[in-house]
């Protein structure tokens, strides 16, 4: 098993607690950043190679060059612990099992940055983590991590924890920022990015709870010795949430670089498909991503073996790769629907779309009841083609990238599975799943 | 002053120009359309996605071309940039796309509709729609509302543009009026129900691009196209009094804010204007107005009239005898 920087000592314990985690280690990087100057803390982040954790991979220590320093004006961080994506649940299990890490690596981060003010966006239903953080955030101002002149260096922060009210759409950092600001959860339209105009229209950084926890091994080990794990521009390590049929699904830290292969079938991960199946497809990074068949998750259009990282599962583009995303790693097994999948995606999204521009407000309702039609025995052949048209349509045509999010999913099942959405359509009736069919009608078998 | 390429047409603007306002400047069939945006509300533009265009070449620092579409209403212009409206059939076609998810939920009750005859949705659908829908489920509803005594919100015509929601802030004082829910049942609401109470929520009214707020002063009386605009004007301590007056013969069925070519009121008025002075003898008669031809209004006026009764003896002309007995007498 690789390195494990993050996830390395949930077994201690009392890790979730102040005294248990400084025995293991606890708010040595905050004391040794504290001595730095705030420029220099940002150079290490840069030198680290850090990309955001949250789905799109852009470079941390350039998001945070990024931010507007104008006189007089105060800036923010926010941590973004709206984890709402289907199949990604690393981050709440980070936050549960060890609030303090993300603490640390926010107050480090709120000092590169200059903020004295910061805030962590949690989403609504995590209510139970929610009084994990409030508590552990308590203990930090106890021991005076947090509040008024930190350890003696004269840097002041305030940190809160922000409610939000259960909505996906409160993911995206413009519309985090809105719901933060009391408003209806609706993403701004950019420019202004939120590192020149964000939380109160002063400059925001906006980062995962991941991003935010690697920052302390980062500062623990230094920028180049992190850089050194992973592959490439894949630096560090990245928690995956795996689910599906999988022997051992859970959360699991790895070395950025992991063959897929050995990620999916070694026992020290997900352990191998459950009962002897052959693997189907899989979502690699979190619903929004495309889904890609096994063979072509393997293997990369060159031939050659694919590894757990940013550049290789994206190699071949989005006809033949995919991304690694939020890392979500949901698998399939050979007996899996991928239209009733899709169907099920399809209609998360047609419920969290704001409904602010049109394609996505209305797309996204029509592609779920065309989807419906074809688990209903309804369907045409000529809805195939009108499925990839509508997609086609919201694609690249939003505000907000909840609008491709939800059109990537019905383009590559349709890319890679046109003949199972054919079979739906061939055999009509027969395919019906009546417990489908009374689920969303909500009727009760007889 | 950043220079500016649309559509093959060169434009120097002031800075921080919308490409939309630039391409207003020039005018004519490159003018992109727009549904949301509003020049006199902050913030507005955005939402429904009609003024895409294309932008081939960023600026003059940096030609490479914008990766996705922009919405031409909130994107400023850059010195150097090219753009392709109508030159582009990405844009043509995603442009159609809209159309079609802005129809697809819409009633088409445009036989019943008091917009009808000057709803910008009828024009959108016209110029840049399809055929037929390919849509074949059934449409959202909704309940009719009052909001106030003098506004009756159809939420079912809506099409989401937060126009009528940027007046409810930027107008009046207190902010009762917003969208509830999300996603294709959000609506437009006001809180708990409220009336809105202040003197200028008529301008709602005159913002919306569809029948979805309706003045009911005016409700099922008239058809637009059968109504002549004149200018008129009174001394009001409220608003700027200048106003368009709708008369059938001599009666004034209504009272609206003045209309640019674009369809955005120049002025806002004030509810006692709009609502309370319907008699020609409380206004100061200016001038007609000036109808555009391509306007279903214009169909009541001069040359057309004159063109359609030539159309029509041309027609009678060449129909056979019989035929034309029943039809015209």
Known sequence: MGRQLLINDLDKEGIATLPGYKAHGGYVALEKALKMKPEEVVSEVQKSGLRGRGGAGFPTGMKWSFIAKPPGVPRYLVCNADESEPGTFKDRYLMQRKPHVL???????????????????????????????????????????????????????DLYVHCGAGAYICGEETGLIESLEGKRGNPRIKPPFPAVKGVWQCPTVVNNVETLAAVVPIINMTGDE?????????TGTKLISASGHINKPGVYEIEL?????????????????????????????????????????????????????????SEGGFGEGTMLGSGGFIVMDEDTSVVKNLWNFTRFYHHESCGQCSPCREGTGWMEK??????????????????????????????????????????????HF??????????GENMRDIQHYYRVNNLQPA | MPKVTIDGISIEVPEGTSILNAARMIGGEIVPPA????????????????????????????????????????????????????????VVEARAGVVEFLLMNHPLDCPICDQAGECNLQDLGYEHG???????????????????????????????????????????????????????????????????????????????????LTDKTFRFKSRVWFTKP??????????????????????????????????????????????DKKNVSDWVIEQPTHVDRHSVISQNHYENLKQMKLDTQRLKAKLPEKKTNGNTK
């Open chain 1, 103 to 157: 603490i640390e690596g926010m107050i480090i981060s709120s000092f590169a940055l200059g903020a004295n003010v910061s805030y962590i966006y949690i989403r609504g239903e995590m209510m139970y983590q929610f009084h994990i953080l409030e508590k552990a955030i308590q203990e930090a101002y106890d021991a005076g991590y947090l509040g008024k002149n930190i350890l003696g260096t004269g840097y002041d922060l």
């Open chain 1, 226 to 234: 992190y850089a050194k794990i992973g592959i490439g521009k894949s």
């Open chain 1, 257 to 313: 670089g992991v063959p897929v292969e050995e990620f999916l079938y070694s026992d020290q991960y997900c352990g191998g498909i459950r009962n002897g199946k052959k693997l189907k497809a899989v979502v690699a990074g979190g619903s929004s991503v495309p889904i890609l068949p096994g063979e072509k998750l393997l293997k990369t259009p060159k031939g050659e073996p694919r590894l757990m990282s940013y550049e290789s599962l």
């Open chain 1, 370 to 415: 065309i989807l419906h039609k074809f688990l209903d025995g309804h369907a045409t052949m000529a809805d195939i083609d009108l499925l990839w048209d509508i997609q086609s349509k919201i694609d690249g045509r939003t505000i907000c990238p909840l609008g491709d999010a939800a059109s990537w999913p019905v383009a590559s099942a349709i890319r």
């Open chain 1, 418 to 427: 046109r003949s199972e959405f054919e079979e739906y359509v061939k055999n």
């Open chain 2, 35 to 90: 549904m949301c945006y509003y020049t006199k509300l902050e913030t507005s533009g955005g939402y429904c996605r009609t003024c895409m265009v294309k932008v081939v070449k960023g600026s003059e620092k940096d030609p490479r071309p914008m990766p996705k579409l922009v919405a031409s209403c909130r994107q400023p212009v850059m010195d150097g940039m090219e753009v392709q409206n109508i030159t582009s059939p990405e």
């Open chain 2, 130 to 212: 399809k055929d037929g829908t390919r849509y074949e489920f059934q449409r959202r509803e909704f309940e009719k509302k009052d909001i106030g005594d003098k506004i009756q919100l159809h939420m079912t015509r809506c099409i989401l543009c937060y126009r009528c929601v940027k007046v409810a802030d930027q107008l009046c004082p207190s902010r009762v009026h917003g969208v509830m829910n999300r996603g294709d049942v959000s609506e437009i609401s006001t809180y708990i129900e409220k009336a809105i109470d202040n003197e200028m929520s008529g301008n709602m009214i005159d913002v919306c691009p569809v029948g979805a």
């Open chain 2, 230 to 275: 004149v200018e008129a004007h009174r001394n009001c301590t409220k608003c700027s009094g200048n106003v368009r007056l709708w008369f059938k013969g001599e009666d004034v069925l209504r009272v609206t804010g003045r209309k640019d070519q674009w369809g955005e009121v120049k002025e806002f008025i004030c509810n006692e204007c709009r609502y």
